[in-house]
C-alpha cells in the first residue's frame, strides 16, 4: 500500500499518569491559546500557500514547514487533550510525541485540485467533523457536538484515573479519529493534494485487533448498482419495519435470557441462535443502509449470507455479577456506539454521492462503514447476552493479531 | 375429475356474480331522468372556459403518462430481473428488491408529469406547497408505496413457494383481510385534525339520526395552508368511521347550505356502507386479478421466482388500467347515492347547486368534461349531473304530494 503523505504514528504505551489525567483539559489550556493563535497564523499561511502553488504547482519549502508544524502540533494538542497520549506536548511542534504525524516535504499539486480545494476538502471535513478528532474538526466542535474522540475522552478519562492506563481499542479509535483529522487539515491547508484516507491501517504500527466472539467478515467488492443507491433509504423501509418487530422480540427474548444466564451461567443454545441471528440481521441492515455493503440483504440474519457480515461465537459461560450489571456495564459502549453512528451518517451521506457518481463506494468510507457496523453488532451482542465479551472499538477491518492488552470482559475494553 | 373442475369454476363464477349484484343496489331510482344542464347558464361562461383551459393539459398529460408508465414497466419486465444480482437475500427478499426497483423506476418515469401537473396547479394558485416540499413529500410517498409491495410480495411469493400455482385464492383472500383491515385503520393517519364547531356538530347528529347511523367521528382537516382547494371525505368502518371537511370548505366561499349539502354527502357514504362495499368490491376484483398475475407470470417459472416478479408489475399496471373503467362507473354509482342521500337528507337542491357551482369556481373542475376522458378517469358524477340530479329530486319532490 503506498504511503500517505501525512501519517499518524503511534508509540503510546496505554500507561497514564492519574494526576495528569484529572486534570486534563485544564492543563490542555495553554496549548490550545497557543493552538487558536498558531492556527491563525497557519491560515493566513495557507492562503499564500494557495497562491504559491496556482502559480508555481508547488509549495514554497518554508510556508509548507509553518503549516505543517501547526498540524503536528495540533495532532499532538489533541492526542494529549483527548488522552490518546500522556506526556506533556511542547509548544514547537518538532519534538517526537507518542501521537505524532509524518508529512512529506513539499510535492508537485495539481493547479485545479488547489483552486477549488476549499470545495473539494468539505467531504473530508464532514468525516472529520463527526469523527470529532483533530484541527479539522476544532475542539470546542468536538466537545459540544460529541464526536467520536470527545467520547473517547470521556469515557478514557474514568477508566485511566481507574487504572492508570487507558483502554487499548478507546485509545486506537482516539488516534484514528485525531490521524484522519490530521489528514483533512493538511489537504485543506494544501500540504498535500492526496486526498484523505479514512482507512484505518494507515497508522504507523498498525492497530492490534484482539480476537473477539463477534467479528467482523468483509467480502464486499465496492460496486454499487446507481439504481439501488439512488433508492437506498426507501429500500430499506422494509428491513426498518422488520428489523422493528424483531428488535421487540429481542429485548424480550433477552430478558428471558437474562433470567435464566443469571441462574445457568449460560445463555440457552436457543436463545443464543435467535438473539446472533437477530444481531446479525441488525448488522446486515445497518451495512445496507449506511452503504457500508452493498446488496439488499435478506431477513433472516443467515451468517454468510451478507458482504459485510458478522460471525458470532457459540454461547459461552458468563460471569454472574457481568450479567447483573449487564445494562449498566453497557452503557460506556452505547456512548461510544452513538458516537459512532454520527460518523455512519456521514459514511452514509458521502457514500451516496461518491457512489451515486462513480458507481463504486470509496474504499476509505466504506472500511470505515464497516468497522462501525462491528461495533454496533459487538455492543448489541454484549447487552443481549450473546456474549460476555466487551465491544471493541479499535478501527481496524479485519486481522487477529494478539494485543497487549487481552479483550477484558469488563468496559475498560471498550 | 375435469367435470369436478368444470363445476368448481362455474360454482366460483356464479358466486362472484351474485356477490357483485347483491353490492349494486343504490338508493338512486332507477331510471331516474336527469334533466338537461345549461352549463354555462348555471357555471358561468367564464368559470366554464377557465375550467375547460385548466382541464386540458391534464387531459394531454394522462395519455403520455400511461404510456410513459407502461413503456418503463415493459422495459422493465424484460431486463429488470438482472437486478436480482442486488439481492444478498432469499427469494422474496429478492423479490421484494425487483418489486420495489420496478416502483422505483415507475415513479421515475411518472415524476416529469407529476412536475408539470404540479407546476400547472400552482400557477392557478391550486397549491401552495414548494417544489421542494412536494419532492420531499413525493419521495417519501414512494416509501409507503414500496413498504406495500413488499407485504404483496411477501403474501403472493410466500404462498406460491408453498402453493405452487393455486397461490391466487389464499393470497387474493388475505390481501383483501389486509385492505379491510387498512380501511378500518386508515382514519387514524389523519393527525391535523380538530372537532366540529358546535352548529355543525349539532348539524351532524340531525343527519345521522336523519339516516339511521351513529358513532361517527367528524373532524376539520387543516389544509389551508397547502391548498385552497375545498372536499371533504369519509374514511373508516365501525368504530373507525370518520367524516373529515378540509378546511378550505369552512372559509367562507361556500354557503352553509352548501357545507350541509357536503356533511349529508359523506355521511351518505356510511349509511350506504360504501366504505364496506368497497372493500368487497376490492377483494371481488383481488380473485380474478390474481388468478390472471398467475397466468401470466407463468412463463416466468411463476411467483415463487422472484424473476417473475418484473412482469407482474407489468401485468397488474395493464390490469389496473384496463379496470379503471369499472372502477370508475362504481365509483360514480356510489357518489351517486351519496349526492341522492345528501338531497334526502338535507331537503335543499339549493345548497346542492351552490355546491356544485363553487367547486367549479374555486377547484377549477370542468362541469362538463369530454365523455372519454369521464369513463376512464371520473370517480364522480359531473359537475353538470349533479346539479341535473338536484334538480330531479327537486321536481320529483313536486310531483310528489
Redesign the interface.
Known sequence: MEPLPIRLTVADDLSRNRLTVAFRLLLALPHLVWLLLWGLAAGVASVVLWLAILFEGRAPRILHGFVAGYVRYSTHVYAYLFLAADPFPGFAGSSAYPVDVEIDPPARQGRWGAFFRLVLALPALVVASALGGGPGADSSSAWSTGGVVAVVAFLGWFASLARARMPAGLRDLGTYAIGYGAQATGYLLLLTDRYPDSRPVHVSPAPLLPHHAVRLTLRDELRRDRVVIAFRLLLALPHFAWLSLWSLAAVLAAVAGWVVTLVRGTLPRPLHRFLAAYVRYAAHVTAFASLAGGPFPGFVGRQGSYPVDIEVDGAERQGRWGVLGRLVLGVPSLLVSTALAGALFAVALLGWFASLWRGRMPHGLRDLGATIVRYHAQTHAYLLLVTPRYPYACPVVEGAAPSTEPAALGPAAA | MRALRAAAWAAGIAAWALAAWLLLPSVVPDGLDLPAVDVDGVFGRQVVDDAEDFERLFLVLWPLSQAALLGTLWLYARRGAR?A??????P???G??LA??GL??AWLSQLPFDLVSFWWLRRHDLYRLGYFEWAFGS??A??AT??TA?LAVLIVMGFAGRLGDRWWLPAAAVIAGIAAISTFASPYLVTDAKPFDPRLRETAERYEESQGVDGIRFEVERVSDQTPLANAYAVGVGPSRRVVLWDTLLDGRFSTGAVDVVLAHEIGHHSSYHLWKGTAWFALFALPGAYVLMRVTRRRGGLARPEAVPLALLAFAVLSLALAPFGTWLSRRMEAEADWKALQTTHDPRGARQLFTGFARTSLGDPDPPAWSQWLLGTHPTLADRVAMARAWAARQQRTP
Open positions: 437486478y444480482r442486488e439481492s444478498a437475500g432469499g422474496i427478499a429478492t421484494m428488491l420495489m426497483l422505483a423506476f419521495y417519501f414512494l416509501g414500496f413498504l413488499c
